[in-house]
């Protein structure tokens, strides 16, 4: 099991910025990938982002041009910066690794207000 540690979340209004971070035990290089999932109440959860070891990234269609996944190899970090969020965003977001098996963060709240 990898250890993932996210942080990041909180309440903001819509229109809104928050960067979530999550931080693996391991280098970045060893996992085939790392990303975000998120879970609104009464949901199924759902793919946000993930970014590939080779840098390829994707995006859920409801936040491209707004979300963005990027990583730090050196603090085998990635992070989401979210922009114009939306009262839809609201969920809780958990970090995912991919290191042949998945790993799963603790979740982090995401509120965003109208």
């Known amino acids: 099991q990898e250890q993932l540690v996210e942080s990041g979340g909180g309440l903001v209004q819509a229109g809104g910025s928050l960067r979530l971070s999550c931080a693996a035990s391991r280098s970045i290089w060893s996992l085939n990938a790392m990303g975000w999932y998120r879970q609104a109440p009464g949901k199924q959860r759902e793919l946000v982002a993930f970014?590939?070891?080779?840098?390829?990234?994707t995006y859920a269609d409801s936040v491209k041009g707004r979300f963005t996944i990027s990583r730090d190899v050196v603090k085998n970090t990635v992070y989401l910066q979210m922009n114009s969020l939306k009262p839809e965003d609201t969920a809780v977001y958990y970090c995912?690794?991919?290191?042949?098996?998945?790993?799963w963060g603790q979740g982090t709240q995401v509120t965003i207000s109208s």
């Open positions: 995912y690794a991919d290191a042949g098996f998945a790993s």
């Open positions: 970014i590939t070891r080779g840098g390829s990234v």
